[in-house]
């Protein structure tokens, strides 16, 4: 059930319009408006009528995600999805955590190789035998083989409860469909007019819809699916965006030595902040705060 409709009367459409968005607190274009009557000025005064508009809050996009109604779902289902996700988000604050410690080993070698005396001539001495690089492990994960049939009905189950959601936001949005064989996952783009209402702000109502999602297609699969939402290529924009972002603010901070406090951010966005400055030998960057609140700190190294 949407917003109430209010009665709202003024000289004119215009002033009753803009006496609702001061009573409602909102923008003009957050409006449902239904004219009643546009009112008369009357002769000389005499006469005059009000104009009477009806107006209630459009609802958002994340309101009307909440309102969809799933078909039931197991609740083993629901904590699987839970669980791998959580596991997701998990493994973004490790590599988070790991960027930082190779962003703190990497600055202590570059001190120490700046700190380094220029090595003496060999002088036909024996050179010390060099250690042997070692191997690194291949963690590349293990991707579970899925049959063509069982594809198709991962397809299916998105598309049918993809269709139903648009429809109902009477959005008209052209859907395609691909699985990832190398990653494992259900790669859905979106394309049509007006993405950014499904994109929301920094990419949460993005978010939402892949999870939910995400529980209708793990819904008719024996093994965990990954599914991904993408559209108008916002994930890899989204990316090159915030590693502009952090480079443009590591020359701030370099040239002020004053520390700056980036938005909240997802595990995911903070990794890619760290990543982008891990080689920077001027500042330095560390999370804090708490969901959802937590956020990357760029700040000037300490002189040592």
Same mark, same amino acid.
């Given at each position: 059930?949407?917003?109430?409709?209010?009665?709202?009367?003024?000289?004119?459409?215009?002033?009753?319009?803009?006496? +609702?968005?001061?009573?409602?607190?909102?923008?003009?274009?957050?409006?449902?408006?239904?004219?009643?009557? $546009?009112?008369?000025?009357?002769?000389?005064?005499?006469?005059?009528?009000?104009?009477?508009?009806?107006?209630?809050? =459009?609802?958002?996009?994340?309101?009307?995600?909440?309102? @969809?109604?799933?078909?039931?779902?197991? @609740?083993?289902?629901?904590?699987?999805?839970?669980?791998?996700?959580?596991?997701?988000?998990?493994?973004?604050?490790?590599?988070?955590?790991? #960027?930082?410690?190779?962003?703190?080993?990497?600055?202590?070698?570059?001190?120490?190789?700046?700190?380094?005396?220029?090595?003496?001539?060999? #002088?036909?001495?024996?050179? +010390?035998?060099? =250690?042997?690089?070692?191997?690194?492990?291949?963690?590349?994960?293990?991707?579970?083989?899925?049959?063509?049939?069982?594809?198709?009905?991962?397809?299916?189950?998105?598309?049918?409860?993809?269709?139903?959601?648009? =429809?109902?936001?009477?959005?008209?949005?052209?859907?395609?469909?691909?699985?990832?064989?190398?990653?494992?996952?259900?790669?859905?783009?979106?394309?049509?007019?007006?993405?950014?209402?499904?994109?929301?702000?920094?990419?949460?109502?993005?978010?939402?819809?892949?999870?939910?999602?995400?529980?209708?297609? #793990?819904?008719?699969?024996?093994?965990?699916?990954?599914?991904?939402?993408?559209?108008?290529?916002?994930?890899?924009?989204?990316?090159?965006?915030?590693?502009?972002?952090?480079?443009?603010?590591?020359?701030?901070?370099?040239?002020?030595?004053?520390?700056?406090?980036?938005?909240?951010?997802?595990?995911?966005?903070?990794?890619?902040?760290?990543?982008?400055?891990?080689?920077?030998?001027?500042? $330095?960057?560390?999370?804090?705060?708490?969901?959802?609140?937590?956020?990357?700190?760029?700040?000037?190294?300490?002189?040592?």
């Amino acid at each position: 059930m949407g917003y109430e409709y209010t009665e709202v009367s003024a000289k004119t459409v215009n002033e009753a319009i803009t006496k +609702a968005c001061i009573e409602l607190g909102i923008t003009s274009d957050q409006l449902d408006i239904e004219i009643i009557s $546009e009112g008369s000025t009357g002769f000389l005064g005499f006469g005059s009528k009000p104009a009477v508009i009806k107006v209630r809050k =459009k609802e958002t996009i994340e309101e009307q995600l909440e309102k @969809i109604e799933l078909e039931p779902i197991d @609740i083993a289902v629901v904590k699987e999805v839970e669980a791998e996700q959580k596991a997701e988000k998990q493994e973004a604050e490790k590599k988070e955590a790991e #960027n930082k410690t190779a962003d703190i080993k990497a600055e202590k070698e570059f001190e120490k190789k700046a700190d380094r005396k220029p090595a003496k001539k060999d #002088n036909g001495k024996k050179k +010390a035998k060099e =250690k042997a690089p070692e191997k690194k492990h291949d963690s590349k994960e293990i991707v579970l083989e899925r049959s063509p049939e069982e594809i198709v009905t991962m397809k299916a189950s998105a598309s049918k409860f993809l269709d139903s959601v648009f =429809k109902a936001m009477n959005m008209d949005v052209n859907i395609t469909m691909n699985y990832n064989k190398e990653t494992g996952s259900l790669d859905i783009d979106f394309a049509g007019e007006d993405m950014g209402i499904l994109i929301g702000k920094r990419g949460q109502t993005l978010d939402s819809l892949q999870y939910l999602v995400s529980l209708v297609v #793990n819904r008719d699969v024996e093994d965990y699916v990954r599914v991904k939402l993408d559209t108008e290529d916002y994930r890899r924009r989204r990316k090159a965006t915030l590693e502009n972002l952090a480079n443009n603010i590591a020359r701030k901070v370099k040239k002020t030595r004053r520390s700056v406090s980036m938005e909240p951010m997802n595990p995911y966005e903070r990794r890619i902040i760290h990543s982008a400055l891990q080689g920077n030998h001027f500042v $330095e960057t560390y999370s804090e705060g708490s969901e959802p609140y937590r956020h990357v700190v760029i700040a000037p190294k300490r002189d040592k």
